[in-house]
């Protein structure tokens, strides 16, 4: 079976639930001013917290097969995603990553695809140390917008062993958006 990623949909971080969209608009970091922040102090009106917040992806997998004579898959055939590889680029495909890029990461979640129909699975698209090094935290010193390419591969195996993936794209918009 191919691994297909239907949809790519991504939803902001901050004090209250973002839109899903499919271009990110990632907000280095959020006025609070209710609760408390990191350190335990009082976010006010009057003395508002700045925080930072991860953001989320989300992704609509669905199978095809490789063999279209077959006309019945069976749960062999299913496909269980275990790890996301996030990759930040320019559109032109160049970038370094940790320097004019946010850097590569790695994270965990765990979905199965059936053979037929399709699966969402949410996990970690911009970490919350990614908005708080180089090169975000020039951005927000600069009040600039830094705008790159997400590439997402979703990594997994059918159920007899066979390593299975899918990669596809967003576009995501770093800035101060208050």
């Known amino acids: 079976m191919f691994l297909v990623i239907d949809s790519l ?45 991860a953001d989320n992806g989300s992704a609509t997998l669905e199978l095809a097969r490789k063999d279209v004579t077959l006309t019945t898959p069976t749960s062999n055939n299913q496909v269980t995603i ?3 590889h996030v990759h930040f680029r320019f559109a032109d495909g160049s970038g370094v990553p940790g320097s004019t890029v946010p850097a590569d990461f790695d ?27 180089p090169p975000l935290t020039a951005v927000l010193a600069s009040g600039g917008v830094l705008g790159v390419v997400a590439d997402l591969t979703f990594i997994g195996t059918d159920q007899v062993g066979n390593a299975v993936s899918a990669t596809g794209s967003m576009q995501i918009q770093f800035g101060d958006w208050q």
Not at 22 to 42: H, K
Not at 108 to 131: D, M
């Open 9 to 53: 949909q991504a939803i902001p971080g901050g004090a209250s639930t973002g839109q899903a969209g499919s271009i990110l608009y990632s907000d280095l970091r959020t006025t609070v001013t209710t609760g408390n922040d990191s350190t335990g102090r009082a976010c006010t009106q009057i003395s508002p917290c700045f925080v930072v917040f």
């Open 82 to 84: 275990n790890r996301v």
């Open 107 to 133: 994270t965990f979640a765990t979905a199965t695809v059936p053979p037929t129909g399709s699966t969402t699975i949410s996990f970690e698209l911009v970490r919350v140390q990614a908005k708080e090094s």
